[in-house]
């Protein structure tokens, strides 16, 4: 899908009544999306999905609260989504504001920039370093997420789930993905 909007192929394909009808029965996503709420990173539109296919969470940052805790595991326990997708995205203004040195003009905002400053383990050229800053969101939020949810971590240890980092590069539509941790890390080991 996302190789799709990369070429700019049309083919969005709203579902009509049968379609919706059929929604409202079940759920069966294929893939959770945790993405930053930035209205130019739309998950189902980079991923060539429709409407069903994703089980989308967006917060700023993609940051891992329990709300956000709470809704993954839902998906992975009662849906049984086998597949967790954390996507970071170019020129996130506030992972920049984060690592900036900007003032958070609420506690809200303070909460996310602080949550966002803990990936920041990195050099102080990586931090001004916006695409790394980025990137360690992303492994943070991974680790957030494995850290603060004892079921997603059970389920990735039993095979049940696989987490993989994502970097959405806005200009050209691409999405860059890291190395899979969970079900097919684990399986792709056992057979060595």
Do not use: W
Request: hydrophobic share 45%.
């Amino acid at each position: 899908g996302n190789e799709r909007f990369v070429r700019g192929a049309e083919g969005a394909v709203l579902p009509g009544a049968d379609a919706r009808r059929a929604m409202a029965g079940d759920e069966h996503p294929f893939a959770m999306v945790l993405s930053c709420a930035d209205s130019r990173v739309p998950p189902e539109l980079v991923f060539g999905a429709g409407a069903g296919d994703l089980y989308v969470v967006r917060t700023l940052g993609q940051v891992a609260d329990r709300a956000v805790l709470g809704s993954l595991e839902h998906a992975a326990a009662d849906l049984h989504v086998p597949l967790l997708v954390v996507m970071g995205h170019e020129s996130c203004a506030v992972v920049k504001a984060a690592h900036g040195g900007a003032h958070a003009p609420s506690a809200h905002l303070e909460h996310l920039f602080k949550a966002i400053r803990a990936g920041s383990a990195h050099s102080a050229a990586d931090q001004k370093d916006l695409r790394a800053a980025i990137l360690a969101n992303v492994e943070q939020v991974i680790n957030d997420v494995l850290s603060g949810s004892p079921a997603l971590r059970a389920a990735v240890t039993g095979g049940q789930l696989q987490v993989v980092g994502a970097y959405y590069e806005v200009g050209t539509g691409m999405v860059v993905f890291s190395e899979p941790v969970g079900a097919t890390s684990a399986a792709s080991a056992s057979h060595k």
